[in-house]
């Protein structure tokens, strides 16, 4: 397996502050993404960012990329209790189909 | 916007007994994909469809079986349902455009739990 591994499984964090979730993979790839997960519910799409990308912002989301040290990181600042959810980072590989091989997520809790 | 519907969310069903879980998209998305999700092991691919008729093996194929007669609509078979196969069944679409921008869809998930 590709998968691709979160870092911290789980965070918690006050409203207000940012929170960082690091992401490493394997294998070379078009582009990574990153979804959300709200408890029990389907995963929605957050950022995109291609392999000749090094950065890229989306509201309070910044997604870094660093294809030579094959990781990523998510920065939300100035965090909600609407945040609270689970991350993951998906990468998009080489192989011809447009399949996403997921990481296992970092749980992020952020209280009021 | 994007609509992925999953038939059932929540599903209680017997060893050995036969499942069908649905999911349609109505986006007219080419490519669609299944997926179980499992504490401690993410989102791991079953098989996905890049066309109607069309399927291919994902990483834990063994134990399913798919269908895809119509572009919209992709089923999700368990042929002897065990209890291994309780999990969360995630179901997704996307265009199936080239160019390395691809942007999975999710459904709301079907939580089975084999008895």
Same mark, same amino acid.
């Given at each position: ?72 990181? #998510? ?33 992020? #809790?952020?209280?009021? | ?5 999953? /038939?059932?969310?929540? +599903? ?30 993410? +989102? ?20 399913? /079986?798919? /269908? ?6 992709? /089923? ?13 069944? +995630? ?23 084999? +008895?």
């Amino acid at each position: 397996s590709q998968q691709g591994e979160e870092d911290p499984q789980a965070l918690s964090i006050q409203e207000g502050e940012n929170a960082t979730m690091n992401c490493s993979y394997k294998t070379s790839i078009n582009n990574l993404q990153w979804y959300r997960q709200n408890s029990g519910r389907g995963l929605v799409h957050l950022i995109l960012i291609r392999s000749n990308e090094r950065e890229k912002h989306s509201g309070r989301l910044r997604v870094t990329l660093d294809t030579s040290k094959k990781s990523s990181s #998510l920065l939300i600042t100035a965090s909600r209790a609407a945040d609270t959810a689970s991350y993951f980072c998906a990468t998009e590989g080489m192989s011809g189909y447009s399949t996403l091989t997921f990481g296992k997520g970092t749980m992020l #809790l952020v209280s009021p | 916007d994007v609509k992925v519907t999953q /038939s059932s969310r929540y +599903l209680v069903k017997r060893t050995g007994e036969k499942v069908f879980l649905e999911c349609v998209q109505d986006m007219d998305h080419e490519n669609m994909f299944w997926y179980r999700q499992d504490p401690g092991l993410g +989102l791991r691919l079953i098989y996905f469809s890049y066309d109607v008729k069309m399927k291919e093996k994902g990483d834990i194929p063994e134990g399913y /079986s798919v /269908s895809r007669e119509k572009k919209e609509r992709f /089923s999700l078979i368990l042929e002897s349902a065990s209890t291994n196969q309780t999990s969360m069944y +995630l179901c997704a679409s996307s265009t199936g455009l080239a160019g390395g921008r691809e942007t999975q869809y999710f459904g709301p998930g079907t939580r089975l739990l084999v +008895l």
